[in-house]
């Protein structure tokens, strides 16, 4: 996973990742950080963005990431975990929880 790299979708407003996040069990906690979606392929990423978000697509860019800077990028954001997405029109995402 370190040697490959991984496409993100990130807001062009306030800079915010594309997450998936668990349903909050108790609304009086704070909502938790969520898993960073990340895409194989480039044309992934775009056609999840078109697929789900055609209406609010021009607000979002791709963003491409090594995989030798996504432990930090985790840290730093405190995303629970990944979400790779592996089919971006259904989607079907597997979930990887960060130890």
């Keep these: 996973m370190?040697?490959?790299t991984?496409?993100?979708i990130r807001s062009k407003i306030d800079g915010q990742?594309?997450?998936?996040?668990?349903r909050a069990t108790d609304p009086d906690k704070p909502p938790d950080?969520?898993?960073l979606l990340m895409f194989r392929e480039y044309a992934d990423a775009l056609s999840y963005l078109?697929?789900?978000g055609s209406g609010v697509a021009d607000?979002?860019?791709v963003e491409t990431i090594p995989g030798t800077q996504l432990n930090s990028l985790l840290k730093r954001w405190g995303f629970t975990g990944v979400g790779v997405v592996q089919d971006p029109l259904l989607p079907q995402i597997q979930f990887l929880q960060q130890e």
């Excluded at 990742?17 to 668990?22: E, G, N, Q, S």
């Design 33 to 35: 950080p969520g898993f």
């Design 2 to 4: 370190l040697s490959e």
């Design 50 to 52: 078109n697929t789900h």
């Design 17 to 22: 990742y594309l997450v998936a996040r668990p």
């Design 59 to 61: 607000r979002f860019a």
């Design 6 to 8: 991984f496409y993100l």
